[in-house]
């Protein structure tokens, strides 16, 4: 397994295809058994084929047994490449292949299901989250795929994760959907840093992928940012209950919402100190917690309220 730092940020697109994740022992991933467990067909009605195992929240892992892989600044999906015509699936059950098939279609027939994030990278290399809600995204569209669940309609999913990720470094992938990069989560979570992106999930390495259930053996850990913003107004339900800061960046046009950690303390001191439909002049300065630049911020959290002189 590789113990340097990943390339990530600038060169992600070209390091998915020049490093990915290396079999500790060839001999033994050629042998691999696959189970034998064939599809299942839809679940929850929804068409998707499986449902996607997700993280819990946490530090980075200390000590072996673990890889990590970056999170990426897309929407989690999941790829079906076994019939004659290739899906996409959001993690609700979405059926994206609509607006995003093109970027799947060379996948058809191949047998594979992959889990991945959706993903445009801008023109350095880095995402772009917003662009995928645009009608026509500028940037690279791609789907970057960290997991292999199926090969020729056979699920992979009692593998353990090295097991399928060597899967996946041995899979014939089209052009537009890359690897993830994989890597110690140490030195994972340092490049991440360095680069601005949103995180990583960290791995056990003989973990097997659990459908529909959130798992101690993958570990998100959120690459948060901390910026003041001025607060320029207050956001009211339709019963006149504050619901939401409105913010803005010194010098920034652009106003914010923010709805997350507001407290119903707060909710209530703002009801009292803010009357309704009053715009203020900027002097109160507050604290967010956030994923991405500070002028486009996502997942804002209230933290509290900057000191001033």
């Given at each position: 397994m590789a113990t340097g730092a990943p390339a990530i940020g600038e060169s992600y697109t070209t390091s998915c295809g020049s490093k990915p994740h290396q079999p500790e022992d060839a001999r033994h991933r050629r042998s691999i058994r696959l189970s034998r467990t064939r599809w299942a067909g839809s679940i929850g009605g929804m068409?998707?084929?499986?449902?996607?195992?997700?993280p819990v929240d946490g530090p980075v892992p200390r000590g072996?047994?673990?890889?990590?892989?970056?999170?990426?600044?897309?929407?989690?999906?999941?790829?079906?490449?076994?019939?004659?015509?290739?899906?996409?699936?959001?993690?609700?059950?979405?059926?994206?292949?609509?607006?995003?098939?093109?970027?799947?279609?060379?996948?058809?027939?191949?047998?594979?299901?992959?889990?991945?994030?959706?993903?445009?990278?801008?023109?350095?290399?880095?995402?772009?989250?917003?662009?995928?809600?645009?009608?026509?995204?500028?940037?690279?569209?791609?789907?970057?795929?960290?997991?292999?669940?199926?090969?020729?309609?056979e699920w992979t999913t009692d593998l353990p994760l090295t097991d399928r990720l060597g899967l996946l470094d041995r899979a014939d992938l089209p052009d537009r959907i890359d690897r993830a990069v994989t890597g110690p989560p140490a030195a994972m979570w340092d490049a991440v840093r360095d680069a601005g992106l949103e995180g990583i999930v960290s791995k056990r390495t003989g973990s097997?992928?659990?459908?529909?259930?959130?798992?101690?053996?993958?570990?998100?850990?959120?690459?948060?940012?901390?910026?003041?913003?001025?607060?320029?107004?207050v956001s009211r339900d339709g019963a006149g209950r504050p619901d939401a800061l409105l913010i803005r960046r010194s010098g920034s046009s652009r106003t914010v919402r923010v709805e997350l950690g507001l407290t119903w303390e707060l909710r209530s001191q703002l009801a009292a100190a803010v009357p309704p439909g009053a715009t203020l002049d900027g002097s109160i300065r507050v604290v967010i917690r956030h994923h991405g630049p500070a002028t486009t911020p996502r997942d804002a959290h209230f933290v509290g309220f900057a000191l001033t002189d």
């Open positions: 068409g998707i084929p499986v449902d996607p195992m997700r072996d047994g673990w890889v990590a892989q970056p999170k990426l600044d897309g929407w989690r999906a999941i790829v079906d490449g076994r019939g004659t015509r290739a899906t996409i699936w959001s993690r609700h059950g979405t059926d994206l292949t609509g607006r995003f098939g093109p970027v799947v279609d060379d996948l058809a027939e191949s047998g594979l299901l992959l889990d991945g994030e959706l993903v445009v990278f801008g023109s350095d290399g880095r995402p772009v989250f917003h662009q995928l809600s645009a009608r026509r995204p500028t940037g690279r569209l791609a789907f970057v795929a960290f997991d292999v669940l199926a090969v020729n309609g097997r992928y659990l459908p529909g259930r959130r798992s101690a053996s993958w570990r998100r850990t959120k690459n948060w940012t901390e910026s003041h913003y001025a607060l320029t107004g």
